[in-house]
C-alpha cells in the first residue's frame, strides 16, 4: 500500500466520522469526536451505527495489512 493510497483512507474516515457526529449530534459539532461518539452509544440507533462502523473499521484494516 503506498502512501497516496493510505492517506485517501485517512481522509474518507475523518470526512465519514465527522458525517456521522453531525447527524448523531443533530446538525451541531459536538465538543469533541469522543462526546459525539459517546452521544452515539447513548442511543439504540447510535449504538447500533457505532458497531456497524466499529465492524467496517476492522474490516478495512484487515484488508489493507493483509491483502
Avoid at 40 to 62: D, E, N, R, S
Amino acid at each position: 500500500m503506498d502512501i497516496g493510497t493510505a492517506l485517501l483512507i485517512f481522509v474518507g474516515v475523518i470526512v465519514v466520522w465527522l458525517l456521522i457526529d453531525l447527524l448523531i449530534a443533530g446538525g451541531a459539532m459536538t465538543a469533541g469526536m469522543m462526546g459525539g461518539m459517546m452521544m452515539a452509544a447513548a442511543t439504540p440507533i447510535g449504538l447500533i451505527v457505532l458497531l456497524i462502523l466499529l465492524a467496517l473499521g476492522a474490516l478495512f484494516a484487515y484488508v489493507s495489512f493483509f491483502a
